[in-house]
């Protein structure tokens, strides 16, 4: 059945950079939008990115704009998360996301993948 699989997450120092991956199985990815939220302790759930699935367009957080690139790989079924020049506040937990459409939106994300921790620290 549908699966999001997210992975990548890690310990790096700030300045440092990861991959996140959300790899999905079990629906053909190429008719959704995907996102990616985090939660950091304390703080509420947020949206950082999504990628659309009809023309592939790109949604950031202003908070990670010029930093982190969303892209995506149809034939792979896999959505990535490249994440540089680290800062400590990126801390959280890390989420994927399907969204029942193909654009993106701040909502109707009905499926979700595990969380995967990215910790930014000294």
């Known amino acids: 059945q549908l699966q999001l699989v997210g992975s990548g997450g890690g310990l790096v120092q700030p300045g440092g950079s990861l991959r996140l991956s959300c790899a999905a199985s079990?629906?053909?990815?190429?008719?959704?939008?995907i996102g990616w939220f985090r939660q950091a302790p304390g703080k509420e759930r947020e949206g950082v990115s999504c990628?659309?699935?009809?023309?592939?367009?790109?949604y950031y957080a202003n908070s990670v704009k010029g930093r982190f690139t969303i892209s995506r790989d149809n034939a792979k079924k896999t959505v990535y998360l490249q994440m540089n020049s680290l800062k400590p506040e990126d801390t959280a937990v890390y989420y994927c996301?399907?969204?029942?459409?193909?654009?993106?939106?701040?909502?109707?994300?009905?499926?979700w993948g595990q969380g995967t921790q990215v910790t930014v620290s000294s």
């Open positions: 996301a399907l969204r029942s459409g193909r654009n993106c939106a701040p909502y109707g994300y009905d499926y």
């Open positions: 079990g629906f053909t990815l190429d008719y959704y939008a």
């Open positions: 990628i659309s699935s009809s023309d592939s367009s790109t």
